[in-house]
């Protein structure tokens, strides 16, 4: 069982640091880059939204594929363009997907690369099917206030179109999961509110991101290195038997404390957060992708994958290429 390939887009709209600057001039943006790592974010432009990122994506894996073979189709987002029919029966359509192929949403976001690995993974290893898709997609922009500095420097607007399948000489697997639903209040959406306006009626607020950054950073730095450990064992193997580590990229400062932590080679851990952002779900996939892009994923090479923070939620796994 492999990946078998993996494309990705992001939002039209660019912003950096002159953006921050302008809208916040008490913003000391040198010393947001230095925490975050993030020169460049992305951002849906006029008519995007994370469904017609998600069929962006997908479309452009499935020129390599042919279409009539997809056995399964997962699709993991925060950010639905509507909650009922499930978007993963959209895509489907959209897509041109076989009417035999099963299609489910789940609702997941930091760690939900790897949740939807791991569900697909689990199917295919079962014979329920021969291969599954595993689409990310956020649109977390829409949620942030122009003058939230923990989260605006951060996120980014993104879709992500994974295939695996049982065909290939690698492995996907062990898993490991986390849940610790006490900190969801963390990273949450803020509730609609009715506001009352001049006129005799009412209207409602557009939820709102809050992330209280330094709890969720005091989660991650307990518990990210403490199950990535716990990986490699159930994995039976080592820090030095792994080629690269690619842990969702959540921040710079993140990254550099969880490299300190675990004692890793500086070669070894992924970054690809300065042009790129934070784009949930998706910065697992395409860091891989990047990494593959570069010559830097080949055959034969473990690589270990852990997604964290919004839940909240951690999960981790190794891939065999």
């Not at 600057?21 to 993030?38: F, P, Y």
């Not at 993991?76 to 499930?86: G, K, M």
């Not at 006129?199 to 709890?215: D, F, Q």
């Not at 070894?268 to 892009?293: D, Q």
Request: charged share 15%; hydrophobic share 40%.
């Amino acid at each position: 069982m492999n990946i078998l390939d993996i494309h990705f887009v992001l939002g039209s709209r660019s912003e950096g640091l002159e953006e921050l600057s302008r809208d916040n001039a008490d913003w000391l943006v040198n010393e947001i880059l230095e925490k975050t790592g993030v020169r460049q974010r992305h951002l849906t432009g006029e008519g995007e939204t994370a469904f017609t990122m998600a069929k962006a994506a997908t479309e452009a894996l499935l020129q390599n594929v042919d279409r009539d073979t997809v056995a399964g189709l997962i699709y993991v987002t925060q950010s639905p363009d509507s909650q009922i029919p499930a978007t993963a029966c959209a895509l489907q359509a959209a897509c041109g997907i076989p009417k035999t192929a099963l299609a489910f949403d789940l609702n997941q976001g930091c760690s939900g690369f790897v949740y939807g690995l791991s569900v697909g993974a689990a199917l295919i290893a079962n014979g329920a099917i021969g291969n599954c898709l595993v689409i990310c997609a956020e649109t977390y922009s829409k949620y942030i206030a122009p003058d939230d500095r923990a989260c605006r420097p951060i996120f980014s607007d993104g879709a992500s179109a994974t295939l695996i399948s049982c065909d290939g000489p690698g492995m996907i697997g062990p898993f490991i999961f986390s849940t610790d639903g006490n900190g969801a209040q963390n990273l949450m959406l803020a509730p609609n509110e009715l506001v009352k306006s001049s006129a005799p009626h009412t209207h409602k607020v557009p939820p709102t991101l809050h992330m209280n950054g330094a709890k969720v950073l005091h989660f991650t730095m307990g518990q990210v290195p403490k199950f990535t450990r716990a990986l490699l064992d159930k994995a039976l193997i080592t820090v030095d038997d792994v080629d690269l580590f690619i842990f969702h990229q959540a921040s710079n400062l993140v990254l550099d404390n969880l490299t300190r932590l675990l004692e890793l080679p500086n070669e070894k851990v992924v970054r690809h957060l300065e042009n790129f952002g934070n784009t949930v779900s998706s910065t697992i996939p395409i860091a891989f992708e990047l990494e593959r892009r570069a010559g830097r994923i080949q055959p034969g090479m473990n690589i270990l994958l852990m997604g964290f923070g919004v839940g909240y939620s951690l999960a981790g796994t190794i891939v065999k290429t």
